[in-house]
């Protein structure tokens, strides 16, 4: 009886042992998508999201591989995120989300784009890698959703403001002229520093500026070259506006359905593909804030005194925006971290 009891244990053994093997060596390919063209010289998501799939599928030999999909061909932010929150499915999906898409369901998300808030990429960096305001944002989002807050993707150099009437160093400059804003935030910012702001399609903008419906606006360098804005622009002003970021996010159930050894992969693969994009992104910012040089613009970058006046204007109405959406204790812990994070950037 006894050798049949082993005999019998040793079998079961073998049994589950087979198992879990068929269950780590399953292959499963990830459905994800993001915004923007198929083009990694023209979008960084892209970018990111090709170097995140080698990655994967090279730690992972294989196991675990992805299909992309990008100019939102699977849908609205919103319809992306709603199916990727699915759960009992086990959702073969990822997505790169914008604050358009993760700010509906998690709207604690703004508080990381207080406007001003980083000195440097460096800050912002540490921000969303070590931060205790980003370690508590990915554990309230699984609560809240059930799907992974993996990283802050850099989609961009910080936003910067463009003119075409005068130089602006600081927040006095702005009085009287016009710019287009992109959301009731950015309109905040404006009316602060006694300037006016009104919403305008990135598609209309060229001729709103030529025309001077509006006098300026702001974005990253990237998108001023691609826009050919130069053209009707004559300013910049490098102020660190905001820090320019989509989300990477993926299904619970999938996530979980991993082996612990291909979770580590994909979590290692996402931090990596960001660090090689923040290279590329930064650097490729450089070149175009250059290039806007080239062209004839006039770029000035505020110093520390004048950076603390754009702040102090700027943050306060802002902020005020922001609270109709999101509690003072996330506003708070935000700006606390972020202070940190600036101070240890100069370390």
């Known amino acids: 009886m006894k050798v049949f009891r082993r005999t019998l244990t040793i079998l079961l053994m073998s049994l589950i042992l087979m198992g879990l093997t068929a269950a780590t060596s399953t292959a499963v390919t990830v459905k994800m998508s993001y915004n923007g063209p198929p083009k990694a010289e023209d979008n960084a998501v892209h970018a990111f999201a090709e170097n995140f799939k080698k990655l994967v599928e090279e730690g992972t030999e294989g196991r675990v591989t992805f299909e992309l999909f990008p100019d939102s061909q699977l849908g609205t932010e919103e319809e992306r995120m ?19 898409g993760v700010a509906p369901v998690f709207p604690e998300i703004y508080a990381s784009s207080i406007p001003f808030m980083f000195d440097s990429y460096e800050a912002a960096h540490i921000f969303f890698d070590k931060s205790q305001y980003w370690k ?16 802050a993707v850099e989609e961009g150099g910080f936003l910067a403001f463009t003119n075409s009437k005068r130089a602006i160093h600081g927040p006095d400059d702005f009085k009287g002229l016009k710019f287009r804003g992109m959301d009731e935030g950015q309109l905040a910012i404006y009316k602060a520093f006694g300037a006016s702001g009104t919403p305008i399609p990135w598609t209309e903008l060229y001729m709103a500026l030529k025309t001077g419906v509006v ?8 998108y001023i070259v691609i826009g050919s804005l130069y053209e009707v622009q004559k300013y910049m002003t490098l102020a660190n506006i905001q820090y320019s970021d989509q989300f990477l996010v993926m299904n619970g159930d999938l996530f979980d359905s991993l082996s612990e050894e291909d979770r580590k992969v994909v979590v290692e693969a996402a931090k990596e593909a960001n660090r090689i994009s923040r290279m590329e992104v930064e650097a490729a910012d450089s070149k175009q804030v250059q290039y806007l040089k080239e062209k004839g613009m006039e770029v000035y970058s505020p110093n520390e005194n004048e950076m603390d006046l754009f702040r102090k204007k700027g943050q306060p109405e802002y902020v005020k925006w922001l609270k109709t959406k999101v509690s003072q204790e996330w506003l708070d812990l935000a700006v606390q971290c972020a202070t940190r994070a600036n101070e240890a950037a100069k370390e």
């Open 82 to 100: 709603e199916l990727l929150m699915k759960t009992g499915l086990n959702q073969p999906m990822a997505n790169i989300a914008s604050f358009a």
């Open 136 to 151: 508590k944002a990915q554990e309230e989002f699984r609560n809240r959703t059930g799907a992974v807050l993996l990283e």
């Open 215 to 222: 006098d300026g606006q702001m974005n990253p360098a990237m």
